[in-house]
């Protein structure tokens, strides 16, 4: 590795975490827990200065100087009313009705640093153009038809992933669970649903069979904002060149194997990195690490993987939506964190996986600077 300044964020079950490496990524230097005792599931970073963590019991949460002083951010998710909106659609399924609440997901705009966006259970979008003193739901995304029958797995639907398009403010793309992807190009006042070839199961009596899709994870290629890739519960992920217009899928791992985190290069939309684990039908559906982590690396766009586990421990834990990343260096550094409490860090080269921290609660997100 050069010498080029690496630094992370980790959001954990108690607390938010923040690691800045040495020369070599070889020993890297802890601060926290912030945020003691807040499970941390969603974070932001804009400019290295300003932080935004979520958590799962819909609180926000701001720093402007790198973690040293922190403030929560008034944010009404709107959670008895999104309830009732979702409840009413019976869902064969599961209940579809929660009391629970929670922000999933969190994103600075590219083009202007005081729009933020945030994602929330039930599934919902919300906009702040203020750097995050006030909020307002983006309600094109519930005034889309379909919508009525977004469903999941902790009895509601919740908005996992917003990306937003680095070359054109308007332009949006989200991910929902169970929903599938949606793409705005007037900043949410209208929303299309991009599931074409995507599975084609859905409920029976569905009226909207296409929003039917329990889409794992969301990733757009910084390098091609139309190159975008998406893991699902099943032993594959699926890949669109054209912005979403239509997905193919493509298989990765062995029989048991559900994809769900996935990191993609910064300046190479064919090279992404995908962290296996294995369905649990005894286990109500939750998939998880059983053995030993295990994660692959394409070169040609997911048409054929390689092995990139050498360093990896065996035993049981778990990798969450967020818990695989890339970095945007030179060399691209990658981070991979678990349930067991553990960061591990490789280059894009190569090499062993070494364990950047341990000891931590499990971790919900990693976010690199």
Request: charged share 25%.
């Amino acid at each position: 590795m050069n010498g080029e300044r690496r630094e992370i964020w980790v959001g954990t079950r108690h607390g938010l975490y923040h690691f800045v490496a040495g020369e070599d990524a070889g020993c890297w230097a802890r601060r926290g827990p912030f945020l003691a005792g807040e499970d941390v599931g969603a974070v932001a970073c804009h400019a290295g200065e300003t932080i935004l963590a979520g958590t799962h019991s819909g609180a926000l949460f701001q720093s402007r100087d790198r973690g040293e002083i922190w403030r929560q951010i008034p944010f009404d998710g709107k959670q008895a009313e999104l309830n009732d909106d979702y409840a009413a659609y019976r869902c064969p399924i599961v209940p579809n009705g929660t009391t629970e609440t929670g922000i999933w997901s969190l994103a600075f705009s590219p083009a202007d640093p005081d729009t933020i966006f945030a994602g929330v259970l039930p599934a919902a979008l919300f906009r702040s153009e203020d750097a995050g003193e006030t909020w307002l739901e983006v309600e094109g995304l519930r005034r889309l038809p379909a919508s009525q029958e977004f469903w999941g797995p902790f009895n509601a639907p919740f908005l996992h992933t917003i990306e937003p398009d680095a070359r054109c403010a308007e332009r949006l793309t989200i991910g929902v669970s169970v929903g599938g992807i949606f793409g705005t190009a007037d900043s949410g006042a209208t929303w299309r649903v991009l599931t074409a070839g995507m599975d084609p199961w859905s409920p029976e009596g569905a009226r909207f069979p296409e929003v039917h899709k329990d889409v794992h994870k969301l990733r757009v290629s910084p390098a091609d904002p139309r190159r975008m890739y998406i893991t699902e519960h099943g032993p594959w992920i699926s890949r669109s060149d054209d912005g979403g217009e239509s997905w193919r899928r493509l298989p990765a791992g062995k029989a048991r194997t559900v994809t769900r985190p996935i990191a993609l290069h910064p300046r190479d939309p064919d090279r992404l990195w995908l962290a296996l684990l294995e369905d649990e039908p005894e286990a109500e559906g939750i998939p998880r690490v059983r053995e030993r982590l295990e994660v692959l690396e394409s070169r040609d766009g997911g048409l054929t993987w390689a092995d990139f586990s050498a360093g990896l421990p065996a035993g049981e834990c778990n990798v969450y939506r967020e818990g695989l990343v890339s970095d945007n260096r030179s060399p691209v550094g990658l981070y991979l964190g678990t349930s067991a409490g553990d960061v591990f860090f490789a280059g894009e080269g190569g090499g062993a996986w070494r364990r950047l921290a341990g000891g931590l609660p499990s971790v919900r997100a990693v976010v690199p600077v």
